[in-house]
């Protein structure tokens, strides 16, 4: 789920946490602090007029609320570590009731699906399963630490292999540059409805 007519950049750039956007601005000090570890109440565009890159609102982790809902990390230290990863809808009802909540539902976004197994091949060392929307706090402050994450390899499974708890979150360190390789479908969508289908090449 991307900002609308990001597509193009994406594909350029590959997908980028926001330290990642932050480096490729080189942006240091407190502007930097303003973006990396408080909270974003509004999307932010960093860099120039012409060539911006988008800053996702953090709507639904307000600092009070959070701060409830974290074990053995502040909210500071929350924002940094969601900051410096890359987040993917697992399951695509978890999308379309982000797509639909009230803040969003009037938006158009471009929404990237992605061969997941073609990713794990080359970034799995890269990635972290999470078994909740761990950026948000509504309606109820779930509890949550950095240890909600776990890699692939450390995520418990039952006996038959499959995971106790399903999977809500894919996450991957920083960003995947070559995230043009593993999209298999673009489309620009508002709430529920789907507007077209973009061009992938």
């Not at 911006?52 to 570590?81: C, H, N, S």
């Amino acid at each position: 789920m991307a900002e609308q007519g990001t597509w193009p950049s994406i594909r350029e750039r590959g997908l980028l946490s926001t330290s990642a956007a932050l480096d490729h601005y080189e942006m240091t000090g407190d502007e930097r602090a303003l973006h990396e570890v408080l909270h974003r109440p509004e999307k932010v565009a960093i860099g120039p007029d012409d060539n911006q890159i988008i800053l996702r609102d953090q709507k639904p982790m307000e600092p009070a609320r959070l701060e409830r809902a974290l074990q053995g990390v502040t909210p500071t230290q929350w924002y940094q570590f969601l900051n410096s990863k890359v987040f993917m809808w697992a399951q695509e009802h978890r999308l379309f009731g982000l797509l639909n909540a009230r803040a969003y539902k009037g938006l158009e976004h471009d929404v990237l699906t992605i061969n997941t197994a073609a990713l794990m091949e080359r970034h799995a060392d890269r990635v972290w399963l999470c078994p909740m929307n761990s950026g948000n706090t509504f309606p109820m402050p779930h509890i949550r630490s950095l240890d909600t994450f776990q890699r692939i390899a450390d995520y418990p499974t039952k006996s038959n292999g499959s995971p106790q708890k399903e999977v809500v979150e894919v996450v991957v360190d920083y960003s995947i540059p070559d995230i043009a390789d593993f999209v298999t479908e673009v489309r620009r969508i508002k709430g529920r409805e789907l507007l077209r289908a973009i061009p992938i090449r």
